[in-house]
């Protein structure tokens, strides 16, 4: 993947309508990019403001749909029709050609959010792909919903592993708490310094905490489907001062979409929407490693009989004593073993 990503930018730089319109960009243009674009804070980067060099942009990548990727810079969006394996959050080098943007490269991924490909249960072999979600965010807001569907603390399991491989950190919202008299007990996640925000996106209730967590931050919304999200990212809009990214191929706006897309919500806070997700299959991570990926293990695997215990069948697993006790959550331990399962392939 990464060798065709070059051998496509090697092409693009040949790309003669490129060049052309490199040379015809004129130092009057460049300068009104320079002025509408500097000091404006750049979603997941530092804090330096996009930067416009002698004739390319830095942009990051707001919209990606199956023909048409949507790039913005400053308060600008424009519109890329290449099939670059790009996701929302990207952050590329690109000039300007009309209304459309000539990507030069893909700058190198800070975090990412990624599972496998598909449904983790069925493991042929065009499902072992990885299917990056959101890059160079700060946060994954990990939506759950309290009813309908039912909650199910099983997925958050997967889905902090899949925040510690990519750099980013976790935030459980749960949703839907007005059909609910006994929120779920998430105490021990808190425990595990995760921040935990109980909302209604429906009545509002808890909204404001929410966005104390997002402010200043790109965060990526994710999901099943059904628990919320739209209806989070829409509540979180009512009071935005601007959504980011709507073009048509032809650069006409454009309001309905399944498709991610981020948006600024103030000066320096950034979310992205993503479609819900059926499973999310763990990428890239072997059994041997797997305990890594349960910070509340640890302290209690350093008693284990075997250095390298898997936790599993072991004579004097002090994290299965652990567990016996309730020092250990059963449900965590619980999402380990069908985990360490899923990965050997039982
Ligand atoms: N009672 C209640 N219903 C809610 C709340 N939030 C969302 N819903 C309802 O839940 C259903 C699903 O909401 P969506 O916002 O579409 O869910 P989603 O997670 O975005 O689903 P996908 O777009 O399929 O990924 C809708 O009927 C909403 O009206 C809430 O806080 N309380
Ligand atoms: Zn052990």
Redesign the pocket.
Same mark, same amino acid.
């Given at each position: 993947m990464r060798r065709a990503r070059e051998n496509w930018f090697d092409r693009k730089w040949k790309n003669r309508r490129a060049l052309r319109a490199r040379e015809r960009r004129s130092a009057k243009y460049r300068a009104r990019l320079e002025r509408e674009e500097g000091g404006t804070p750049e979603p997941g980067g530092d804090d330096a403001p996009l930067a416009v060099s002698d004739d390319a942009s830095i942009g990051v990548v707001c919209e990606v749909r199956s023909d048409i990727r949507v790039v913005m810079a400053g308060e600008r969006c424009y519109a890329n029709l290449t099939r670059v394996p790009l996701v929302v959050g990207d952050r590329v080098r690109f000039v300007v050609e009309g209304n459309h943007a000539v990507i030069l490269e893909v700058l190198p991924r800070k975090s990412k959010l990624v599972r496998m490909r598909g449904d983790a249960t069925r493991r042929s072999a065009f499902s072992k792909e990885e299917h990056v979600l959101a890059a160079n965010v700060d946060v994954a807001v990990i939506?759950a919903?309290a009813?309908?569907p039912p909650f199910h603390p099983r997925l958050i399991d997967r889905y902090l592993i899949m925040c510690q491989y990519g750099g980013i950190r976790p935030l459980i919202c749960v949703?839907? *708490?007005?059909?609910v008299t006994t929120r779920p007990d998430l105490s021990l996640y808190t425990d595990m310094d995760i921040p935990v925000v109980y909302?209604?996106?429906?009545?509002g209730?808890g909204m404001e905490r929410l966005k104390q967590h997002l402010r200043g931050r790109c965060s990526v919304?994710t999901?099943?489907?059904?628990?919320?999200?739209?209806?989070?990212?829409?509540a979180l809009l009512r009071e935005s001062i601007q959504r980011v990214g709507e073009l048509t191929r032809t650069g006409r706006g454009r309001h309905t979409t399944?498709s991610s897309l981020m948006y600024r919500l103030d000066h320096d806070t950034f979310i992205i929407?993503?479609?819900? *997700?059926r499973s999310l299959g763990l990428w890239d991570i072997d059994p041997d490693s797997l305990r890594l990926y349960f910070p509340d293990f640890l302290p209690f695997a350093t008693a284990c009989r075997y250095r390298d215990c898997s936790h599993t069948h072991e004579p004097d697993c002090a994290v299965k004593e652990a567990v016996s006790r309730g020092e250990v959550a059963p449900g965590r331990y619980e999402s380990y073993r069908r985990l360490m399962n899923e990965l050997v392939g039982k």
């Open positions: 939506v919903s009813a309908a949703n839907k *708490i007005d059909l909302v209604s996106a429906l009545t209730a919304l999901g099943k489907s059904g628990v919320g999200k739209s209806s989070i990212f829409n399944t929407d993503t479609p819900g *997700i």
